[in-house]
């Protein structure tokens, strides 16, 4: 399995949270090497305003996991599935490649998206993981088909 983690832009303003938001990203990052094990790929495609020593000091933290840098959609294209939180990405890449997303909102322990067709779209597009156990399991039981068929008859509707 090849995955794609797109994190959203987690600005910081002191080296306590510098810690924490590389600490998290490191957690979800070694999660998904595990999820894909010796033979699957991640790569880690940081917001563009990610701070650079955000990068290194997170890809030396896991120096031995299967992971890539990558910095442009298209070099995405032959993963399986893409990994973010509310990433503008999520849509970038399911309606680009045609492939689920899932959006992972750790510690958040559901989410209502009622009538909102923006949301409707996100769940056309994406799974949900609330844990890095639910993230594990979605990955185990990916329905690739089922999803890809909710994106392309989105594809086929009007946009408005």
């Known amino acids: 399995m090849k995955v794609v983690y797109a994190p959203s832009f987690r600005g910081s303003m002191d080296d306590l949270h510098t810690n924490v938001v590389c600490g998290f990203e490191i957690g979800v990052l070694e999660s998904l090497c595990e999820i894909v094990g010796d033979k699957g790929e991640v790569l880690y495609f940081p917001h563009t305003q990610t701070p650079k020593t955000y990068h290194t000091t ?7 996991c299967p992971i890539s840098h990558i910095n442009q959609m298209q070099k995405a294209k032959d993963t399986d599935v893409l990994v973010s939180d ?5 849509f970038e890449y399911s309606l680009s490649f045609a492939k689920p997303s899932i959006v992972f909102l750790s510690g958040i322990t559901g989410i209502s998206f009622n009538q909102d067709k923006f949301y409707k779209l996100l769940q056309d597009c994406a799974y949900f ?7 594990k399991d979605i990955c185990k039981t990916l329905d ?13 509707r009007d946009f408005l």
Do not use: C, H, P, V
């Open 58 to 64: 997170i890809l030396e933290a896991l120096k031995g």
């Open 86 to 90: 509310f990433s503008n990405r999520i």
């Open 129 to 135: 993981a609330f844990s890095l156990k639910d993230l």
């Open 144 to 156: 690739f088909k089922a999803k890809t068929r909710e994106i392309e008859s989105f594809l086929q």
